[in-house]
């Protein structure tokens, strides 16, 4: 399969040769020490990479530049093109692989801080999840062993340290990865120029182009929307069509998004891979950590047209105006021309009668405790600590459910601010359905505000949970047993105590 390289990557963005960055980074660092020897296959690794977090600047207005926490690699062994560079960009660079790959990653943190690096989405045994107990000091090496088990999609890697990870995810720690399989490569989808990662994130900047970090208790919102780390963002399109990868990177913002003229979106693909059929929406809506894979027909608009993808006011995100998140300026040029397939290839599928607890699913009340702490169950997050009710059999088959209480006790309505306590919740090292969402009295308004945007097919790993609304959600623990996380990926939740262990045990 031709996959999207440097060059076309660039290209498709409007840089020349002279601005394509080389395949290999060199890092100052010359030697490796493993942090965690234990490896899920045998023999050498088929690629190995060094990925170090390190201190940078990045122009991302005019002078001055601004200050970032930024990843950087350098592919070691294997092809160039397992990792690809965002140009101008701070993310970190997009590791691009196909499953079954077997990967080795050298991590070295550079940053004034301890970190970790979670692979968000993938199926990796314990030690390389990226749990905070095996966060490692400025100057340490972690490494990676792991096989690439997961269907193609479109996965991320971001910091996982506790109480910290807001602000290291705020200040640019952050890359999308991208998995390739033979399933996908059978597809008539659009590739290499027309197959393009979109990252949304919104900051605040001072005076002199710095972040600014300054979050309440609801979470860090931003004035300014960044697109693969640029404002104002602009694609430069053929009349052709694309997949656009949309990642909400930001760490609370939740999007409600809609083409500006009403043309609908054509969503192929969830945190999981792809659907088992296109849906229609007149609006997606995204809570942090979800991606969405779009199939986008710019043959739809005139040459010279600018459409706009734009956010919709919600009342579950305080409400507000219409703004843009980029825009498109299409060229005469003729791109590819390809018909949106009907269905895509089955994929394996739980039952929900397979479920071990299916007359009595887990229940996981989302609330928050007098000091300010957001809480599940009643409890905080604690390094090793896992509850009786937070341990979970290898093989089986179990329904979870979340319950949003509103939180605070500030009402029936939940609200703080003006703004509705949604939580965005992310279960670590599977993928799982979301089989049903039941809404209490009170909250019909707000579910309905922004329940027209939910993709609850296909696989996810993260669901966003509205104040007042139960969800339910199916997932099979295999291939590994240990100590994992599910939390709300709100991060500033997450770093206030909304994050509990869970355990495997066999």
Known sequence: MKIINRRQFLQLLGYGAASIAG????????????????????????VEIRLTAQPGEQQIFSSPATKVWCYKGEVIKGSGESLLTIP?????????????TK?????????????????????????????????????????YNYQVMDRAGSYWYHPHPHGITGPQVYQGLAGMFLVHDEEEESLSLPRGDYDLP???????????????????VFGMFGDQILVNGQPEYNLSVDRGVYRLRLLNGSNARIYKLAWEDGAPLQVIGTDGGLLEEPITRDYITMAPAQRLD???????????????????????????????IFSASIRETEGESLELPQAFPSHEALDPAQAVNADSPRLFELGMEMGMQWTINGRTFEMTDVARDERVNL????????????????????????????HPMHIHGLQFKILERQVDPGFEDLHQSVSGGFVDEGWHDTVLVLPGERVRVLMQFTDFTGLYMYHCHNLEHEDMGMMRNYRVDS
């Open 103 to 143: 990967l080795r990653v050298h991590f070295i943190n550079e940053i004034p801080q301890e970190t970790i690096v979670h692979w968000h989405g993938l199926h990796v045994p314990e030690n390389a999840d990226g749990h905070p107990r095996f966060a490692v000091d400025q100057g340490q090496t972690y490494v």
């Open 294 to 324: 779009l199939w986008v027909d710019f043959r739809n608009w005139e040459p010279g047209s600018t459409p706009k993808l734009v956010n919709l006011p919600s009342e579950v995100i305080g409400g507000g105006e219409t703004f843009t």
């Open 198 to 216: 979109i990252v949304i994130q919104d900051r605040v900047f001072d005076g002199d182009n710095q972040f600014v970090y300054e979050p309440a």
């Open 88 to 100: 101008n960009s701070y993310l970190g660079p997009i590791f691009n692989l196909k499953k079954g």
């Open 23 to 46: 395949s290999k980074f060199l890092s100052a660092c010359s030697s490796f020490s493993s942090q965690s020897p234990t490896s899920v296959y045998q023999g050498d690794p088929d």
């Open 395 to 422: 093989g089986d088959v179990e329904i979870w459910e979340f319950y949003n209480t509103g939180g605070m006790g500030m009402g029936s309505r939940g609200m703080m601010g003006g703004m509705a306590q949604a």
